[in-house]
C-alpha cells in the first residue's frame, strides 16, 4: 500500500544504465552479486525520517515551501500519517534499513512523561508497519538538540537537570531502538559544544559528556543490547565548536574516557569536509584506529560553509569512500544512510523519490568500481610495495621498539645510510583510479 | 656588538605608550610587575632563528626579496655571520629566549657526518655567544621536513631508512639542545601526513610515529633531560593532511601510544586557525586535557588559507589567548615564541626589528589585559556561576558514576524535571571584556 | 514610554570609560565633537526591526528560544505590540534611525492586496511614533526572500509574475519608506542568484535583474524620492550563488545596465568576509568606484561559514572601516545599522539592549581612534609618499595615456631604467595603527 | 626526436578505454568527430611551459625534488636543453599547443637589454622548432610576478618605473607572441593587487591598470595582432587580494576602463574555486557577459586554501564546465591550457608524461559526456521550460522596459496575480547528468 502522496507509485525496480525511466534504479540491483555478496548486503542502505518526513523546506532566510499532507492537525495524528508515508516511501525504494530520532517520529509532550508516551506510541506502530514491511531499523537515536532545553547543550548543559533530562530521553529512546530491532544506537552531539569560550568550562563539559556516554554503554551491556554504539562526528553547527569534532578528536575522547573499545564512528560525508577532511579521510582513519562503524551519505557543497545535506551524485568520489570501506572488511552493524535532504525548491513527491534513486545509485556505481578497485589489485599492491621495505627483519625490529635512538643513530651514521627520494606516483595512481570508476 | 646589519641600534628601552619612538617598547617592560611576577617570566618571549635569518622573501610566485650580509659565500662561514645577525637581534630585542632548528643554525653536509658536525660546530659556537648574552634557549628542532629525503615524510616516511636517519637527526639535535640549556624540545611533523590516501597505509604511519615519538621520550629519560618534549600541531601545509592535526588529534595520538602524561603542546596561532580554531580554543583544550606546553606566536590572515605566520597585531584577540595561559598557571618550561615572518615586502633591517617590536608590544598589552580580567575576576566568575548546579551533591554523585541510566531515567520523570534555558549572556560577557583591553 | 519587556529601563546615558554600569555607554557620546562633527552626526546609528523584534532564536537545528510579549495572538494586533517594542527600545538606545523590512513591521495577508494594506496600517503607525520619537529612518526595504513565491528568485524568477509581484512590492515599500522621510532605499537579493546552473539561464537572469533596478530608478526619480538606491552585497547564503556577490561584482553589474551612477552599496561586515574580503576592503574599493553608500555593521566568526551576524566588538577591526568611511568623506545620506543579532541563548531583554550597547561602543571608539590616525596624518602621509613617483610629470603623462606602449619602452631600453624594490613597511604601519587603538 | 629524458618514448597512441597501457590514450581520440568537429579542435590542448620545464619540485617547506637534465649551467645554454625537452614532450604528447611566459623559456638578464635580447634568442629557436613540429603557440604571456622589482605590483606599482619596464616587457613579448603565430596574449596579474590596505591607494593603483591594460589593446590593433587579449582572474597568492578576483570583478574593471568588448577573461578551475566559485559558474558567467576566451585546465584542492594546480582527473565536474564551453559556441582563439604541475614527490619523467595523459583523459571523456547532454537536449530543454513564462509577448514587454513599476503594481493589483511555486527539480537535473558520465 502506498499512501497518496505518492501516487500510484509502486516499488522500484532495476531497469539497467540504459533506462530512460527516471524512476528505476539504473545501477542499483540489490541481487546482483558483487566481491561475493549481494548488493544489498554489502550497501545496507537505510532512508531517514527526519529529511524526509519533518522537513518543511524552510532555511534560515525563508519560511516552509514543502506541503506535505502529512503535515499539520492533530500532532499524534500527523505522527501516524506520517508513518504511513514514511513506510511507502520505504516500500516504494526497497532499502532494507530506515533511522529515526525519537523527535521525528513523534511529537514533543508538554512533559517528559507525555513524550515519553508518545514515542512509545508511535513506536509500536511502527512495530506493527515493520511487520509488514521488510525495511528494518538501522538505527535510533535521540533529538537532544532541537528543544530550547538543549540550546546550551544535553549532556554538556551548564544545568544537571538538562544532563538528567537528556540521560532520560536517551534511556527510553534506546529502550525503543532495542525493541524495534535496531542494529546500532547513534548519539550526534548537536549542541555539546560552545557558543563561545567566555562562558564555558571546557573540561567540566567534556567529563559530563564522558560520563554520559559511560551511562550509555554501562546500560548497553545491562540491557543486552548487542548493536553497536556509535558516534557521529560534526565540527560545527549548529554551535560555533562542537566536542566531537572528527574522527580523530572522537577518538582522543573516548581514550579519556575508557571507551574506544565500546563505541565507533558514524560518519558523515558532508561533516568529514566542513571538519577539513575527505569522507575517505575519516573512513580510513576510522579503520586504522579500530572505530568505524556506520556512514551517513550525503555530500556538501565545497564552495559553501555549510551543512547542505544533498545527496550524493558524484560516483568517482563516492568510489574511493566505498573502496575505504571495503578494505576495512565492510560494514558489520552498519550501513548507508541517506543523511541527505532535497533542496528546498523540490516540490514534488517526484523530487523525493528521484533524489534518494540518485544518490542510490551513485552508491551502487560507486560500488561497482570500488569492487574493480579490489579485484584488479593494482591500487592495494602499489601501497603494499611502497611500503615494502617495512617488511625486512630490522625494519621491523625498529619499529617494535627493540632499538634505542642511539642505537639507531650509529646505525646511519656508521652505516652510511643516505635515502634516496623515491616517486610516489600520485597521478599514475589517480589514472589508475580513473579506469574503475 | 652590533652586527653591521642593524646599524647602531642599541638595546630597545621601554619608553611607554605615548612615545613617537617606532623602535621602542610602548607596554613591554621586563620588570614591570603583573600578578606577582615579571612581565618578563610571564611572557617568555623568545625570537626564532628560522624567519628573522633564514626567509630570503622567496614565494611560491616569486624570488627571493631580502638581501642579507650574511646570506652566500662559504656555507660555514655563512653560518656564522648568521649566528652574529642572530645574537645581535637578541640584544637589541632584549627576549629572553631563542628557538632553531638544526638547519637554521648549520648547514646540510654532504652526508650524515657532515651536517652532525656542522650543527655542532656552530652549536659549540652559539654556546660561547650565550655567555656573552642574557639569551637562553627556550627549544631547539629539527628540520625533518625540508630536504627531499623527507619528501613523503620522516617518521612516517614508507622508507625505513627514513625513519632511521631522521631518528639519528634528532638525537644529535636533542643533544645539542640539552647541551645549550634548553628548556623544550619540539617536533613538528611537517610532512608527517600524507599528499594523497592513494599510496598511504594511514595505520602504519600512524604505527611509525608512535614508536618515533616512543623514541624520542625514551632518549629524553634515559639521558636526563629536564626539559619538555613538545609536539606542535598544524593540520595541512605543506602536506594535504598532517597526522597533528590540532590539540585533539594529538591527544588521542598520544593515547594511543602511551604517551599523554609525557609530551605537551606548542601551539600556534595560524595553525589553530588553518585547523578551524580559534588560539584561544587550543589553548583551553590543551589545558583541560593537561598538555598545554608553549606557544607560538603569530596571526594568519582569516581569508587566506595558508599559513602567513604574520606578526601579531590585535590586542583584544590576543588577549584571549593570554587570558587562558594564565588560567591555566601560566608557562612552565614554555614561552612564547615568534614564529613569525615579516613580509616580503619588508627589506628594511628596520622592519625585522618594528616587527618584533609590534609584536611583543601587542603580547605585552595583552598580558596586562588580561591581568585585568583575572584581578576583577568576574569573567571567571560568570563561567562559575553557570555551572554552579553541578556544586550540588546530587549532581556530582551523577557525574562521579554514582547514578544509572535507569535511576537517572526514573528521577526524571518522577521528579517533574523540566528545565528551563538560561541565558548565556554571550553578548554581555563580550562587552565585559572590551572593559579589559 | 518603555513596554513592558524593557522593565523600567531609561535611555541610556554615557558614563565614560570607567563606569560598571553595563547597561551604559563607554564611549558613544553623542554630543562630542570629532573631526569638527557630533559623534551622533558621524557615525549616524540605525536599529533594525528584523533581528531584534522578529527573530525567536531558531536554527537550523533548533527551535525558537526567545519568548517575546509581543509574539503571538493576532497578526496585526502582534504587529502594533511590537511596534511599541521597536519604539521602546529606540528610545532606550537614543540611536537616531531604525531600519525595516516591510514584512518586518507587518504580516503577510492572504493576497497582494492585503499585504500591501497590512504594511501600509503599520506604516502609519510608525509615522505617529516617530512624530513622539527622535528616532527617524534610515532606509526601508522589501523582504523578497522569505516567502515560497521567490524561492527561486523575486526579480531573477524564471516566472514572470514573481518578477511582477515583486516589483509591486517594492513599489509599495519605496512609497512607504519616502512618507517616512526614509533616507534610502534598500535592495538585498537573497534570493537572487541559483541553487544549481543546472537550471538556470545566467544570462536572462541578469537581464531581468537588470530591467528591474532600472524600474526601481526611474520610479524614484518620478516621485521626486531624493534617498539613494542602495544594493546589499552578499555573495551566497541562503542561495548558493547571489549575483550581488560582492562590491566590485554589483559595479560590474552597474555599467552593465547603465546605473553606475544612480546606485549605490549598503556594505555589511559579515558579507564581505564571506565573499572573501575585508570590511575595509569594501568600503575603499566603494570609495575608489564613486559607490560608496552605507553600512550594515556586524560581525562573521572567521572560521565559521555561515552569515553569523555577531555584533561587533573588536575595536582595531571597526576602527580601520571607519577610518575608510572618513577618508573617503564619511556618510552623506547612509549610516551604520546594526544588521546584528543576538545569539540564541541570549534570552533575556538585558541581553538585546547590551548587544547594542557592546556595538554602539565598539564603533564609538573606533571613530575615536579612526579619528587620531586622521588628524596625526602618519598613514595616510605613508600613502601619499609611496605613490610620489606617479606625481612626477612624465608619468602622470604615461598614465593619462599620453604615451604608447613602444614609446615607453623605447624609454625603458634606451634610459637604462632599473627600478630598485622598496620596503612595503608593512608591520612598521601596523604598529602606527596600533597607537591610535 | 625525444630528448633523453623521456627515455625511448614515442608519440603517444589512443588505445581505447579498455586498455592496460597507463601510457596510451584511453579516451583522447583526436580525429573522433564529435558534433561534427574533431576532438582535437573541440578541445585545442596546450601543455605549459612553466609547470612542466620550471618547476623543480620546492614548495614553502622544501627543497627542490625534480631532477632535470635541463637544469643547470650555462642559463642560456638551459634554456635550450629545456627547450628540446619541451619540444619532446609537445611531441609525445600529440598536443596541439603549448603556451609560455617570457621568463619561461629564457633566463632574466643583467639588465632590460639582456633580457630582451635572451628571450628574442630563444624565440627563434622555437620557431625552428616549431618547423618541425605540429604543435603551435596558444598563447604567450610575460612574467611580471617573480623578480623582486614586481613585488609590489607591475602595472599597480608605486614607482611608475616599474610600470614603465612591465610595459616595454609586455611590448617585447607581445612582439614574441605575434611572431610565433600566438592565437592570443594572456595577462595575469600576480602582483596586481596588495598585501595591505595600510600602503594601498586603491584607485590610483586600479586607474594604473585601466592604462596598463589599454596599452596592451591599442598596441595589439597598431601591430595588426588578430590573437584575443585575455585576462586571467585569480583572487589572492600571491598577494592577499588580486584586483582580477573573479570574472564578474574583471567585467565591472573593463568597463570601467572601456574594455569590455576588446578583452576577454582565461579562466582557470582552481583561481574559481579559490574565488568561491564553481569552474562551470565561471564559464556560464563570461558567456552571459560576452567575454570568454580561454581555459586553464586544472584542479585545486577543496580542502586546501591556496593553489595547488593539481591535474584534472575529476570526469563528472568537467564535463560540466566542457558543456557549458559547448553551449557558449566553444573555442574560437582559445583552448584548455594545462597550467597544471605533478606534484613535489613525481620524480619520474614517466610520472610526467602519465600526467598529462591523465589529464588530457579525463576532458576528452568530459567532451564525450557534455556531446552526449547536448545530442539528447533533456538538459538544455528543461532550462527553457523553466523560462517559458518570459517568451509570453507581457513578460517581453515589460523586461524590455515597456512597463513602469506602477503599471507592474496595477496589474499585480488588479489582476490577482498570486504566483505559485515551481519544483527547480535539482535532484532530476542532477540524476539526468549522471546518465550521460
Ligand atoms: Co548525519
Ligand atoms: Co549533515
Ligand atoms: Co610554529
Ligand atoms: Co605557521
Ligand atoms: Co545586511
Ligand atoms: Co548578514
Ligand atoms: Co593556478
Ligand atoms: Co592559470
Not at 508497519?129 to 521488510?134: A, C, I, R, V, Y
Not at 625498529?398 to 616517486?423: N, T, Y
Request: glycine share 10%.
Amino acid at each position: 500500500m502506498s499512501a497518496p502522496f505518492f501516487g500510484d507509485l509502486t516499488p522500484l525496480r532495476y531497469e539497467g544504465p540504459e533506462t530512460d525511466n527516471p524512476l528505476a534504479y539504473r545501477w542499483y540491483n540489490p541481487d546482483q552479486v558483487v566481491l561475493g555478496k549481494r548488493m544489498e548486503e554489502h550497501l545496507r542502505f537505510a532512508a531517514c525520517y527526519w529529511h524526509s518526513f519533518c522537513y518543511a523546506g524552510s532555511d534560515p532566510f525563508g519560511a516552509a515551501t514543502l506541503e506535505r499532507p502529512w503535515f499539520g492537525g492533530d500532532a499524534m495524528d500527523a505522527a501516524r500519517r506520517k508513518a504511513d508515508a514514511a513506510f511507502a516511501l520505504f516500500d516504494i525504494l526497497g532499502v532494507p534499513f530506515f533511522t529515526f530520532h525519537d523527535r521525528d517520529i513523534a511529537p514533543e509532550g508538554g512533559n517528559f512523561g507525555e513524550s515519553l508516551r508518545n514515542v512509545r506510541s508511535i513506536a509500536e506502530l511502527l512495530a506493527r508497519k515493520m511487520e509488514q514491511s521488510k525495511v528494518r531499523l538501522l538505527w535510533g537515536t535521540a533529538n537532544l538538540f532541537s528543544h530550547p532545553r538543549y540550546m546550551a547543550g544535553a549532556a554538556s548543559n551548564p544545568d544537571p537537570d538538562v544532563f538528567a533530562y537528556a540521560a532520560a530521553t536517551v534511556k527510553n529512546c534506546m529502550d525503543v531502538t532495542r525493541e524495534l530491532g535496531g542494529q546500532n544506537y547513534v548519539l550526534w552531539g548537536g549542541r555539546e559544544g560552545y557558543e563561545t569560550l567566555l562562558n564555558t568550562d571546557l573540561r567540566q563539559e567534556l567529563d559530563q559528556l564522558g560520563r554520559f556516554l559511560n551511562l550509555v554503554v554501562e546500560y548497553k551491556h545491562r540491557t543486552g543490547f548487542t548493536g553497536t554504539i556509535l558516534i557521529e562526528p560534526k565540527p560545527k553547527e549548529p554551535t560555533k565548536h562542537q566536542y566531537d569534532f572528527d574522527v580523530a578528536s572522537i577518538y582522543g575522547f573516548l581514550c579519556r574516557y575508557g571507551l574506544e573499545r565500546e563505541v565507533k564512528v558514524n560518519i558523515e560525508a558532508n561533516h568529514a569536509t566542513l571538519a577539513g577532511h575527505s569522507y575517505e579521510h575519516e573512513i580510513a582513519l576510522a579503520n586504522a584506529l579500530g572505530i568505524f562503524g556506520s556512514l551517513d551519505v550525503n555530500r556538501g557543497d565545497p564552495l559553501l560553509g555549510w551543512d547542505t545535506d544533498q545527496f550524493p551524485n558524484n560516483v568517482p568520489d563516492m568510489a574511493l569512500a566505498v573502496y575505504h570501506v571495503l578494505q576495512g572488511g565492510g560494514f558489520t552493524t552498519g550501513g548507508m544512510n541517506f543523511d541527505a535532504k532535497i533542496r528546498r525548491q523540490s516540490l514534488a513527491a517526484e523530487d523525493l523519490v528521484a533524489a534518494h534513486v540518485g544518490g542510490i545509485d551513485t552508491c551502487a556505481r560507486a560500488l561497482l568500481a570500488a569492487a574493480r578497485m579490489i579485484e584488479d589489485g593494482k591500487l592495494a599492491g602499489a601501497v603494499q610495495q611502497r611500503y615494502a621495505g617495512w617488511q625486512n627483519p630490522a625494519a621491523q625490529a625498529m619499529l617494535a621498539g627493540k632499538e634505542s635512538l642511539e642505537a639507531i643513530a650509529d646505525r646511519v651514521a656508521q652505516g652510511g645510510i643516505e635515502p634516496r627520494p623515491v616517486s610516489g606516483r600520485q597521478e599514475q595512481l589517480e589514472n589508475l583510479v580513473n579506469r574503475y570508476v
